[in-house]
T-cell receptor, first 116, second 112 residues
Framework: GAVVSQHPSWVICKSGTSVKIECRSL??????MFWYRQFPKQSLMLMAT?????????EQGVEKDKFLINHASLTLSTLTVTSAHPEDSSFYIC????????????FGSGTRLTVV | AQKITQTQPGMFVQEKEAVTLDCTYD???????LFWYKQPSSGEMIFLIY??????QNATEGRYSLNFQKARKSANLVISASQLGDSAMYFC?????????FGSGTRLQVQP
């Protein structure tokens, strides 16, 4: 089946530094990638939608200058958390649509970010 | 846009018994898809079952079945013969061809 490889699985960084999270579609072309954030014991909240070759669409309340999304190719989308702070500590997970039907979504394995 | 409501923050079930996890939805899309995902402590999202809004029959996948009542806008997940490995968070989700919208989740604990 369609697989999205997400790296790193976990990362610890210092406040003020930037962290890049990658999602690669391994055996299909992901024209659209969805980025979610999940705080402990909460649901997945959509942060942004990235489309290959165009600017990402951010959800209301998500700082586009802080969460930089790049979708430069059909197989790679990246999320960069810039100038990270402890409140950015969260679980970040990407998802891609596979095919044209309603039922085709696949998820990366997620990245647990801890900012100290 | 979709809104998903899961009213059970936590549920307990005895091993080998069946359990129903509730989900109601609200959507303005004329056609849509409904999903259930399992999220163990590792964080990965495991797809369980899918129901299309125009599907005439309720979806089933092994021990999982989706009780779809369109008029009531509900899409409850039924897990039969619960196993200890079923202990996890369960999320109901919906889509109208955009990103999935998730409910708040239900933590299921299966007791031996």
């Amino acid at each position: 089946g369609a697989v999205v490889s997400q790296h790193p699985s976990w990362v610890i960084c210092k406040s003020g530094t930037s962290v890049k999270i990658e999602c690669r579609s391994l055996d299909f072309q992901a024209t659209t990638m969805f980025w979610y954030r999940q705080f402990p014991k909460q649901s997945l909240m959509l942060m942004a939608t990235s489309n290959e070759g165009s600017k990402a669409t951010y959800e209301q309340g998500v700082e586009k200058d802080k969460f930089l999304i790049n979708h430069a190719s059909l197989t790679l989308s990246t999320l960069t958390v810039t100038s990270a702070h402890p409140e950015d500590s969260s679980f970040y997970i990407c998802s891609a649509r596979v095919g044209r039907g309603f039922d085709g979504y696949t998820f990366g394995s997620g990245t647990r970010l801890t900012v100290v | 846009a979709q809104k998903i409501t899961q009213t059970q923050p936590g549920m307990f079930v005895q091993e080998k018994e069946a359990v129903t996890l509730d989900c109601t939805y609200d959507t303005s899309d004329p056609s849509y898809g409904l999903f259930w995902y399992k999220q163990p402590s590792s964080g990965e999202m495991i797809f369980l079952i899918y129901q299309g809004s125009y599907d005439q029959q309720n979806a089933t996948e092994g021990r999982y079945s989706l009780n779809f009542q369109k008029a009531r806008k509900s899409a409850n997940l039924v897990i039969s013969a619960s196993q200890l490995g079923d202990s996890a968070m369960y999320f109901c989700a919906a889509t109208g061809r955009r990103a999935l919208t998730f409910g708040s989740g239900t933590r299921l604990q299966v007791q031996p």
